[in-house]
């Protein structure tokens, strides 16, 4: 598995590698790898360590070995994670506390977030497992909850916001039997986005999540990649499913290099087998919808929806122009809204999360048919949260706001 340390392969952060360099010449074949860190493989030293991502302690402390005793090295802990492991027991160390984003009221990202490092980790149910978070992306649906629109139906505060995550598994429920400790995972940890959204969400360290409703993480991606499709490409996906689209049918796409419209283009390509698919987007990223397969980019600056000269199977409203959208379909046809006013015969739907849908597009992603779209600005920082909600804020995006790495 990609990113996993094991017999004879540790991860080290890139600050640390001219010491290492230096120190050990005979360390060889390291490779930059996508998540940031540099892998490096390394026959001189017998170790089991259950908290090498302090690696200046590792580095310093280390005892040479002879190559004929040397087994390797024996690495139980994701470096890359900061998830640690007892040495004794083989047990995953999980904390009673963590480092977490959280907001106490409602209101605008600069006025309510805060980093708070006494987070307590949340209970397991039987049928959930704790995952280490490695990465987080946020949706529209993140802020809208902050701001309190959904507060009838919210968990209580304080909150710990996300819906998306990618990250390794470090503990079990009794029920579970799909997963085990160790595993890559990714998933929106809510099954319904609206309806008592969990109140320890991704933006922390740890979060707890039915097994139902994660994945294994696609084997070609980072975690940061991993954690920008889930809420996204399930919204896609349901939608197509719920239009009956198919092959030869067209769709058109509003919003279109969005977190969720940039998928909706992919799969009707590549999983629907759509036979004309257009898009809508600003000026300049016209060329970029071509490229995720869209076969008419159309500028909604300077051309109206209404005035289309050809009409559509199926209408995909993902920025809230339905009034818009109902005049681009044919007679018959179907507009598919996320947000904003419903006019008749558009009809608007709330994704459920489903791992098995994410499963079952894991083939598409390992291919490289479909693939995952983080803004060009980011990965966003940890520390950076609040600047990246009010960059989503925006509505500027291109594909998906991601938070990586989290410590």
Same mark, same amino acid.
């Given at each position: ?5 094991? #017999?004879?392969? &540790? ?5 640390? $590698? ?10 060889? *074949?390291?490779? %930059? ?5 540099? $892998? ?10 259950? $908290? ?11 005892? /040479?070995?002879?190559?004929? /005793?040397?087994?390797?090295?024996? &690495?139980?802990? =994701? #470096? ?16 009673? #506390? ?15 977030? *805060? ?15 704790? +995952? ?6 946020? *949706?529209?649906?993140?802020?809208? $909850? ?13 909150? +710990? ?12 429920? !009794?029920? +579970?039997?799909?997963? =085990? ?6 998933? *929106?940890?809510?099954?319904?986005? @609206?309806?008592?959204? /969990? ?15 994660? #994945? ?23 939608? @197509? ?25 992919? @799969?009707?390509?590549? &999983? ?16 970029? @919808? ?11 600056? %300077?051309? !109206? ?8 199977? &199926? ?11 109902? /005049?681009?379909? =044919? ?27 994410? !499963? ?20 966003? !920082? ?17 594909? =998906? ?7």
């Amino acid at each position: 598995m990609d990113g996993i340390a094991r #017999a004879g392969a &540790v991860f080290i952060s890139e600050k640390f $590698r001219p010491l290492v360099g230096t120190s050990y010449t005979s360390i060889s *074949n390291c490779a %930059k790898c996508k998540s940031g860190f540099v $892998r490096i493989r390394c026959s001189l030293f017998s170790h089991k360590s259950e $908290r090498i991502y302090d690696l200046r302690n590792y580095i310093s402390n280390s005892p /040479k070995t002879s190559r004929s /005793k040397s087994r390797g090295v024996l &690495v139980y802990a =994701k #470096a890359e994670a900061g998830v640690a492991m007892d040495k004794k027991s083989g047990n995953y160390v999980v904390p009673s #506390a963590q480092k977490a984003w959280t907001y106490k009221e409602y209101g605008g990202a600069k006025d309510v977030l *805060n980093l708070d490092e006494n987070v307590p980790v949340p209970d397991l149910k039987e049928d959930q497992v704790l +995952v280490k978070v490695c990465a987080a992306a946020l *949706n529209p649906v993140d802020f809208k $909850r902050r701001q309190g629109k959904f507060k009838a139906t919210d968990s209580p505060l304080p909150t +710990v916001p996300g819906y998306d995550v990618a990250g390794i598994v470090v503990k079990v429920g !009794s029920k +579970v039997e799909g997963l =085990k400790e160790g595993d890559e995972v990714y998933g *929106n940890i809510n099954e319904k986005a @609206l309806e008592n959204p /969990k109140q320890y969400g991704s933006l922390g360290e740890y979060t707890t999540v039915e097994e139902k409703l994660l #994945a294994l993480k696609p084997k070609n991606l980072d975690f940061a990649q991993a954690a920008s499709l889930p809420l996204a490409i399930e919204t896609a996906h349901e939608g @197509l499913e719920r239009a009956g689209f198919g092959p030869g049918k067209s769709i058109l796409v509003l919003g279109g290099a969005g977190g969720v419209g940039s998928l909706v283009i992919q @799969l009707a390509r590549q &999983v629907f087998g759509a036979s004309t698919i257009g898009a809508t987007s600003s000026t300049g990223k016209l060329e970029f @919808l071509k490229s995720l397969g869209a076969d008419v980019a159309i500028d909604y600056t %300077k051309q !109206s929806i209404e005035d289309l000269p050809e009409k559509y199977d &199926v209408v995909y409203d993902t920025v809230g122009q339905c009034d818009k959208a109902v /005049k681009a379909v =044919k007679e018959g046809g179907v507009v598919l809204v996320l947000t904003g006013a419903v006019v008749s015969p558009g009809f608007r739907f709330v994704v459920t999360s489903n791992g098995s849908v994410l !499963s079952k597009l894991n083939p598409y992603l390992e291919s490289g048919k479909v693939k995952p779209i983080i803004d060009p600005k980011g990965p966003f !920082s940890f520390s950076q949260l609040v600047e990246a909600f009010c960059y989503l804020e925006t509505c500027k995006a291109t594909g =998906k706001v991601v938070i990586s790495p989290i410590p």
